[in-house]
């Protein structure tokens, strides 16, 4: 199971994350586009962890946090 953060407004954790070094539209390809790239970057990044609890725990949309789409995602919840 995921930690969940105990308040998802708190997202000091943005500051460490390897997202701020990619342009944005890499993070929400577009319908049938392979989201392989950021994927690849998360794998790398050291908050990985804390980005999927809290894309977990505020369930966004669309677009790939911590490693994951909108869909694993849902199926991981």
Known sequence: ?????????????LDDGRCREVGGDTWFPDKGKSPAAAKRVCRACPVQQACLAWAVATNPECGVFGGL?????????
Do not use: I
Not at 1 to 13: A, E, F, I, K, N
């Open 69 to 77: 789409t909108a869909r694993e995602r849902r199926r991981l919840a």
């Open 1 to 13: 199971m995921l930690p969940v953060p105990t308040r998802v407004t708190d997202l000091s954790w």
